[in-house]
């Protein structure tokens, strides 16, 4: 089977860093990707890890450990916009992402 | 264009109607996915065509029956539907093959309604 878990809700202040969980158990593993969905619209493409290690991309990492089946996604200087749900996927065979739990994400001023 | 298009943005159809929600994408990918997402619940993919060859999720019943016309355009027909699939349907598409293929643009999504 495949499992790919997050916590469910986390909270932060504006300007905080948060680091967000993601631990997969799957076969066919290509590589973890993050994305962002707001309320009410499409999830869009964060971030990826295909090798282990940490990949920066402005506010946004994205850190893998494919040993552990572990990855996290660390924002840093927290802004309200972040408020969002954000899905950790699993790419699978050819073209296929399996997507997380999800976990939403409220930032308090 | 780094745009995917799906209509109808909103569906309300009976258990005995036939229906089929479009997506349609110009930025040349050559993979196109249906995705379905209930309330507080991430995607759960449905369909791939990828170089206009179809995969599918084993566990989609029949009554969703996908098309893909052409590389930039996908169609999801659906007949007889329960109100359990009542759901945002996500579309998205990606540029190409390997690692590339899971770097997916999503469109807005069909709310569906089953009554």
């Known amino acids: 089977g495949q499992n790919i878990d997050q916590p469910t809700e986390m909270t932060a202040t504006e300007g905080a860093i948060v680091q967000i969980n993601c631990t997969y158990q799957t076969s066919g593993f290509n590589g973890l990707f993050w994305y962002q969905q707001h309320a009410g619209e499409a999830p869009t493409f964060l971030s990826y890890n295909v090798l282990d290690g940490l990949e920066e991309k402005g506010r946004f990492s994205s850190f893998l450990s494919r040993s552990k089946g572990y990855s996290y996604l660390l924002l840093k200087e927290l802004q309200m916009k972040d408020s969002a749900s954000y899905l950790c996927?699993?790419?699978?065979?050819?073209?296929?992402?399996?997507f997380g739990t999800g976990t939403r994400l409220q930032v308090f001023p | 264009d780094t745009e995917v298009t799906q209509t109808p943005k909103h569906l309300v159809m009976g258990m005995t109607n036939k229906k089929s929600l479009k997506c349609e994408q110009h930025m040349g990918h050559r993979a196109m996915y249906w995705y379905k997402q209930k309330a507080k619940k991430p995607p759960e993919l449905m369909f791939v065509y990828s170089y206009e060859k179809l995969s599918i999720n084993e566990s989609v019943p029949s009554r969703f029956s996908p098309e893909c016309p052409n590389s930039s355009l996908l169609n999801l027909h659906l007949h007889a539907l329960q109100p359990e699939d009542s759901a945002l349907y996500l579309c998205?598409?990606?540029?190409?093959?390997?690692?590339?293929?899971?770097?997916?643009?999503f469109g807005p999504g069909t709310r569906l309604t089953v009554t």
């Open positions: 998205a598409s990606s540029p190409s093959r390997g690692v590339g293929s899971y770097e997916q643009y």
């Open positions: 996927a699993a790419g699978m065979g050819t073209d296929k992402l399996i």
